[in-house]
């Protein structure tokens, strides 16, 4: 009796042990052999635990526990990755967490064209979910941050290159910041045996560039406006543009009146300071910036819009007055 008892037991226990090993490989194997992949975000400071159980819930894996498990089994705990990743039902429990843990980001293509403010590159960025517009703009706005990035003045502005980048979400915006800044730079390599040669420091030729990429968006023009601003300053001139004086305007409301271009308490009032304002006004490509460093040899002092997306240049004020009579009070073309 006793020795069917034990044999009673004995085989409990093992069907007990089958059991559980046939519930383990089923945690272990894929909660979905035919899903597609998912989006899943993996945040700062996490937990394991936390990982696990989102997982869970996102139906990526069968069981919370098997995925803890298996990650302290393979050491993985330690190496899981902040971002985000595209994960897949179809997968094991082990693949996923090798996923995480190798640091395979997402990214997100984002673009910035020439002209943009530090302020619309910064909406711009926080549309795409990619960075808290206020965390980055107050990296842009850190007097310290030029220097660590290796450019100069007391902010970022002008220096956030535009072009396209692909960044991943829950990049520090210092990183990201970063990236631009280090973009610019290898552009300004090829800028700067130039500006040394014309004695033009960086934050001046950044300055002049971004006031010309914001007066013409026509590319064979910045050689031409550039030497006008060369000419302007050369000879003592105000610079007299719009767009700095519109930069220096606390929530411009997009009309210029006459008491703005009067406005001696605005620093970007090109109107009643003397040569370049305090800093840029926005990003340059890399255009403008050879435009600067590179002009056109001319005597033009003036130009004026001829409704087109070009402009007139004029040598003297009377050609430039007739040039404004012509395309601006007449309407004519």
């Known amino acids: 009796m006793m020795r069917l008892l034990r044999l009673g037991l004995a085989l409990a226990a093992a069907a007990l042990v089958l059991t559980a090993a046939g519930a383990v490989r089923w945690a272990l194997s894929p909660r979905d052999p035919g899903a597609a992949e998912q989006l899943f975000e993996v945040s700062p400071g996490e937990s394991l635990a936390s990982i696990a159980r989102r997982l869970e819930q996102a139906g990526l894996v069968r069981r919370a526990w098997v995925v803890e498990g298996v990650a302290r089994h393979r050491e993985l705990a330690a190496r899981l990755q902040v971002g985000e990743y595209r994960l897949s039902p179809a997968w094991p429990p082990v693949k996923i967490l090798e996923q995480i843990a190798s640091g395979r980001v997402v990214t997100h293509e984002v673009s910035f064209p020439e002209g943009f403010t530090a302020a619309q590159i910064a909406d711009r960025l926080a549309a795409e979910g990619l960075v808290d517009r206020e965390a980055f703009l107050a990296v842009v706005r850190d007097p310290a941050a030029p220097r660590e990035l290796g450019v100069e003045g007391d902010t970022l502005e002008g220096y956030l290159f535009p072009e396209t980048y692909r960044f991943p979400r829950g990049l520090a915006p210092v990183e990201v910041a970063r990236a631009m ?29 971004s006031i010309i990429e914001k007066e013409t968006g026509a590319a064979d023009e910045r050689p031409l406006i550039a030497s006008v601003f060369l000419n302007r300053i050369r000879q ?8 700095a004086v519109i930069y220096g305007i606390r929530d411009f409301d997009g009309n210029l009146r006459r008491r703005d271009l009067e406005d001696e308490a605005n620093p970007y009032n090109t109107y009643r300071i003397a040569g370049l304002p305090p800093g840029p006004i926005a ?6 910036l050879r435009a600067v460093v590179e002009p056109a040899q001319t005597q033009y002092l003036y130009f004026v819009s001829r409704n087109d997306g070009s402009h007139s240049f004029s040598k003297t004020y009377d050609e430039h007055l007739a ?11």
């Open 236 to 243: 003592g001139m105000r610079l007299e543009t719009d767009p």
């Open 181 to 209: 800044v280090d973009q610019f730079r290898r552009v300004w390599q090829q800028v700067e045996p130039h500006a040394r040669q014309r004695g033009l420091a960086m934050r001046e030729v950044v300055t002049l560039a």
């Open 283 to 288: 990003s340059p490509g890399a255009a403008a």
């Open 323 to 333: 040039a404004v009579n012509r395309y601006q009070r007449s309407g004519g073309s």
